[in-house]
Structure formats: C-alpha cells, structure tokens
C-alpha cells in the first residue's frame, strides 16, 4: 500500500490518496476529484474535466499516466 497525496497525483489539495498498485490509486484519486467535485469545489472540477479529457483522447493522457506510474513506483510504501 502507497499513499499519495491529490496534489501528488495533479490535484490541487492534500488529502490522502492510496492504492496497492499505480491502477488502484489512479481509480481512488479519481473517486476522491469526482467526490470532491460533486461537492462544488472548482478546483477539483478543473481536475475532473481534465481527466474526462483524457478519456475522450487516450493520446493525450499517455504522459500524465507515465509520469505517474513513476511517481508512484518511487514513493514509499506504507
């Protein structure tokens, strides 16, 4: 298990995020941005438009999940 911060991951605050793999965190931040958004903060609805960007054009979230994936092979785990 791994522990990322939102702003770790791209987002814009400090809440904890974690995951046993670089997938399982993505998914759990993804909740965290949906969740947070749905409760009206514009920053984190920046974040969620984004992200549905980047599944509309996979191409244009393949250099965000690579950073990612390295960013979170070198954090520490739990």
Do not use: R
């Not at 791209?10 to 793999?21: I, L, R, S, W, Y």
């Not at 984004?50 to 990612?68: D, H, T, V, Y």
Request: hydrophobic share 35%; glycine share 8%.
């Amino acid at each position: 298990m791994k522990t990322m911060t939102c702003k770790q991951m791209g987002g814009p605050c400090d809440a904890p995020v974690q995951g046993n793999t670089a997938d399982e965190m993505m998914a759990n931040g993804a909740i965290h941005v949906n969740e947070m958004a749905a409760k009206g903060d514009e920053a984190h609805k920046k974040v969620q438009e984004m992200m549905l960007e980047m599944q509309k054009n996979p191409a244009s979230g393949e250099e965000w999940n690579k950073n990612f994936a390295a960013a979170y092979a070198a954090s520490p785990d739990n």
